[in-house]
């Protein structure tokens, strides 16, 4: 079955600074999705890529496929204290089986 | 439009009790999922639906029932509790076909002693 691995586990980093997260997979993706969840709060979508080489914005998330579509990485340019909170990257298994990644964990310090 | 609904939001339960936690949504879309999320393991799917009448299991769908008699319901049984049971669980729902963009519930926590 799929696999998604994430990378850091957890990132503390200061408002202002850039930082990237990565998402691993086991098998080629037909779709990669990434969700953020604040503390104690249901996910909420950011963005899916489909496509090799795809690329997406949503004000200051930019997330990459890469051409194999095995890797995805999410960036964010100038953090903010609202960007806190716990990145997961998903995708479909086989069938509707959905999958996610182990999430990563990012706090903002102003 | 209130999206996805989750009750209750907390729970404790003792081993061997059964419960049923209930989710639902109004925005008519096929496809809803049980999550359960543990610290260090992400979200595990437990159930998915289709659509009324049709359901499958997930990843771990042992010790858990599920139905969907409505599009809007969807409804996740525990039959007999056990401590590791003890987790978040999240209700999901989206569209039936791509985009996957999941819609989720605000979780409800279940603590078993």
């Known amino acids: 079955s799929q696999e998604l691995e994430q990378s850091p586990q957890s990132l503390i980093v200061q408002e202002g600074k850039n930082l990237t997260i990565n998402c691993t997979s086991s098998?080629?993706?037909?779709?990669l999705y990434w969700y953020k969840q604040k503390y104690g709060e249901g996910l909420i979508f950011l963005m899916m890529?489909?496509?090799?080489?795809e690329e997406k914005s949503h004000e200051k998330i930019t997330a990459k496929l890469d051409e194999k579509k095995q890797q995805s990485s999410l960036h964010i340019t100038a953090s903010q204290p609202s960007h806190a909170g716990i990145y997961l990257c998903?995708?479909?298994?086989?069938?509707?089986?959905?999958?996610f990644g182990p999430g990563t964990r990012l706090s903002v310090l102003p | 439009n209130a999206g996805v609904t989750q009750t209750p939001k907390f729970q404790v339960l003792k081993t061997g009790q059964s419960m049923t936690l209930q989710c639902a949504q109004d925005?008519?879309?096929?496809?809803m999922s049980w999550y359960r999320q543990d610290p260090g393991m992400g979200l595990r799917l437990i159930h998915y639906?289709?659509?009324?009448?049709?359901?499958d299991q997930g990843e771990v769908p042992n010790g858990y029932n599920v139905s969907r008699s409505t599009t809007e319901d969807f409804p996740l049984r525990l039959l007999s509790a056990a401590p590791s049971q003890t987790s978040v669980y999240f209700c999901?729902?989206?569209?039936?076909?791509?985009?996957?963009?999941?819609?989720f519930g605000p979780g409800t926590r279940l603590t078993v002693t």
């Open positions: 998903g995708a479909l298994d086989y069938g509707q089986n959905f999958v």
């Open positions: 098998k080629t993706l037909y779709g």
């Open positions: 925005m008519n879309h096929e496809y």
């Open positions: 999901a729902s989206s569209s039936a076909g791509p985009p996957y963009e999941q819609y």
């Open positions: 890529l489909q496509k090799g080489g």
């Open positions: 639906s289709v659509g009324a009448g049709i359901t």
